[in-house]
């Protein structure tokens, strides 16, 4: 049994769950989980339904693209997961979607303001949409990396789906189904073409705050991690 067998299994049950729930079709969307206090991930292999895989089907790769462990290849999206890893101490777990309501505002190139104080309080203070590139390619991963330092959770992919990410796969996955609930009211709410209220910026300011602490203690953790 490999030494990962726990972060696997989490990878795969969280996979199946996004298909259960409707958040990806067929072979579509990736998974991903780091491996704590190692430069690993464990991720879903590419172009294969979620329900056909099993647990050592899951990939293990460094952060150099190199597959330790898995006969399967790994995502072509698992560029786009390392390089959010290295560059977002905080996040230990990444989804990629292709839910339908944040998909339409991957298509009308519309980022989702701060609306609710629940989505807001876990995904940040905006829903910003990044800048479209080919599926698996450099130029999605280095797009991506441009927006991180917002410090937010999730974001639009344009004309391609969203990505959601969390200090834990449980976050992560309640950031998923928040993104959807924030995408599909904003996205009724338009159809009305009356006006959007808003959060106070104060509040959004107080919930961020709350939100940036929560990573920056994750961050710290780490850091002591490597110290140690």
């Given amino acids: 049994m490999s030494k990962y067998q726990s972060y696997k299994e989490t990878v795969l049950e969280y996979s199946r769950l996004l298909s259960q729930k409707g958040y990806t079709i067929g072979t579509g969307g990736n998974t991903s989980m780091l491996i704590d206090g190692e430069n690993l991930i464990a991720v879903t292999p590419t172009s294969m339904d979620y329900f056909g895989i099993h647990v050592e089907d899951i990939c293990i790769v460094d952060f150099n693209g190199n597959v330790l462990e898995g006969k399967f290849k790994p995502s072509i999206e698992t560029e786009m997961h390392i390089e959010i890893y290295k560059h977002r101490l905080d996040v230990n777990a990444i ?119 929560r990573q920056d203690n994750e961050i710290a953790r780490k850091k002591g991690l490597k110290l140690g």
Avoid: W
């Fill in 95 to 213: 989804m990629h979607t292709h839910q339908i309501y944040a998909s339409i505002f991957a298509l009308i190139n519309e980022p989702i303001p701060a609306i609710f104080d629940e989505v807001t309080f876990n995904i940040g203070h905006t829903i910003d949409v990044i800048p479209y590139g080919l599926s698996g390619s450099h130029l999605l991963s280095q797009n991506v990396i441009h927006q991180l330092s917002n410090r937010c959770n999730s974001y639009i992919v344009q004309n391609h789906g969203a990505i959601s990410m969390g200090i834990s796969m449980e976050n992560a996955f309640r950031n998923v189904e928040l993104l959807e609930k924030a995408a599909r009211t904003y996205y009724y709410a338009l159809t009305t073409g009356r006006t959007i209220t808003r959060l106070p910026e104060m509040v959004v300011n107080g919930l961020c705050e709350k939100l940036y602490e």
